[in-house]
């Protein structure tokens, strides 16, 4: 029960054996943070340091009430850009710019708090709609996405905010000839120091990032660090962050809880996407319902500490992974250190190459994408491939949140469409007494006067219209007079369905035999027992098991059977 409402307690034993790699992990995750939670604020609409502050308080209350072990939360590009969208239409930042930073607090809590209630409510269930092919397909275009944002700290390029990846790469075509060479042997040096640790100095691998940012760093230095354009981070503010309430009067709430609702749905979806893709690696159970718990208790805490809203970020998280973290401790490092740099070496940390980190940032993007499993997916299904394409171009192409819910409709649509095609097989008995299908055997025979149905699928409004289309056809087309239903593999039947089985069952009592059914699972039968149904076509029609249903049928049989497939045909004619 203590796991359950603290779920840290259960990687907290672990820490004998990790804590020195989360240690890494987490070094590494600070120094990767700082130019974005510059950046992210900025798209905010706030000021530079409330993106350090979300980036200090979120990821740690994430990282203890979480399930993600490799998870790292704070200030993302998508929440940033939702968050700003939300709050102008209220306030504008560079006219009111207090105004609009207290309702960014107010709406950080909303969302907190509409994330911890579907959390609660045990709404984690949803993720399990997003397959796969949605994940994978998400992670690659991710990447894709990172590594083309950095290419402006690549060559030193002033490339356009807001640009596409179209209009990143024809911006630096076309002005190729205006690249900053300094700052792209300071990029380009620091990616190949990293693979060079990484795939030949093993002893060093696990630290491979961390040295290169370092090295990359001293390059910076030795080719004339600012005067020859290599931009750092800048000056870093050296404050923790202030306790606020959030102003959370009604007026507020009612302006800003549709906007809150849009922002928490999209942080639940990326932070749960984001801990999945890194699971396919990890082999870790993600638990979707503690995630949502834990972005939501993140954010309410987090607002109350001057911290707009947060979810998981792919960059620090995939740099995380690949840090070496074990346990989310690296996390709470990463906060921890982060804090220290505000503290006490901000003005060291302020002289980070940016190309150097888009050179590692480079490389965490070519990681991202796995080719493994793509080309898993392209050999093995059709649909599958769809689905992830249409998550990875829309991740390029358009907003996250569009293209995770296009890959989710889409994965959604052929789900549907593959349940609402139930298989209907026709039994005969072969020569061994067996029931089978009788495409499988074309010896195997029928009753004359009986026709055994197998339906190999649930019952539900989207298949009706085929099992109804098949029992149409059987009605008009046959003067079989008793169908049997062998139900063995219905799973459950809906409302729809249990009305349109009782009218079919209720007509063919009328003007034919009769329809049973045997071996229908007890959990199948909620719904018709509920619904009063059960009453209505009469509980005799039910059956466990297939054999005792066809000699029950028999008895029944007024017309002698023209076809002997059963040795009850033969007691019947007797």
Known sequence: MLTKVFPFLTWFPLLKNTWKDDLIAGITGTIIVIPQAVAFAMIAGLPPIYGFYT?????????????????????????????????????????????????????????????????????????????HSVVIGFTAGAGILIAFKQLKHVF???????????????????????????IFIVAVST??????????????????????????????????????????????????PPFRVPDLNY???????????????????????????????????????????????????????SSYAGSGSFTRSGVNHQAGAKTPLSAIFASVFLMMVLLLFANYASHLPKAAMGGIILLVGYNLIDFHHIKQVYKSSGKELIVLSVTLFGTLLFDLEFALLAGILTSFFFYMERTSK???????????????????????????????????????????????????????????????????????????????????????????????IAGLKIISQDVLKKGGFIDKIGRNIFFTDKKLAISEIHKLMEKPCKVKAFDECRLSDD
Request: charged content about 15%.
């Open 55 to 131: 980036a200090m308080i979120t990821p740690i209350i994430a990282a203890l009430f979480g399930s993600s072990y490799h998870l790292i939360s704070g200030p993302t590009t998508a929440i940033s850009i939702v968050v700003y969208s939300t709050l102008v239409k209220f306030v504008n930042p560079e006219t009111d710019l207090e105004s609009f930073i207290s309702l960014a607090l107010v709406l950080t809590f909303l969302a907190g708090l509409f994330q911890l209630a579907m959390g609660l409510l045990r709404m984690g269930k949803l993720v399990n709609f997003v397959s």
């Open 156 to 182: 030193g390029i002033k490339v356009p905010q807001g640009s596409t990846i179209v209009e990143i790469v024809t911006y630096i075509i076309q002005h190729i000839t205006e690249t900053n060479w300094y």
């Open 191 to 240: 990616l190949l120091i990293a693979l060079l640790i990484k795939f030949l100095i093993k002893p060093l691998s696990r630290y491979y990032m961390l040295i290169a940012m370092v090295l990359g760093s001293i390059i910076a230095i030795l080719l004339g660090g600012e005067e020859n354009g290599i931009e750092t981070v800048g000056h870093i503010p050296s404050n923790l």
């Open 251 to 305: 007026d507020n709430i009612s302006r800003l809880s549709s906007g809150a609702m849009v922002l928490a749905l999209l942080g639940l979806i990326e932070a749960v996407a984001i801990g999945r893709a890194i699971a396919l690696h990890t082999h870790q159970k993600i638990d979707g319902n503690q995630e949502f718990i834990g972005q939501g208790v993140s954010n309410m805490i987090a607002s109350f500490f």
């Open 422 to 516: 139930p298989n209907i097989a026709i039994l005969g008995i072969d020569k061994n007494r067996n029931l089978i299908n009788i495409i499988r055997d074309k010896d195997s025979l029928e009753c004359s006067n009986l026709k055994i149905v197998r339906i190999d699928g649930s019952l539900y409004f989207g298949s009706i219209e085929k099992i109804s289309d098949y029992f149409s056809k059987l009605y008009d087309e046959n003067d079989i007079q008793y169908v049997l239903i062998a139900a063995d593999g219905i799973n459950f039947i809906d409302l729809a369905a249990a009305e349109w089985l009782t009218n079919e069952i209720i007509k063919w009592q009328k003007n034919r035999g009769g329809i049973y």
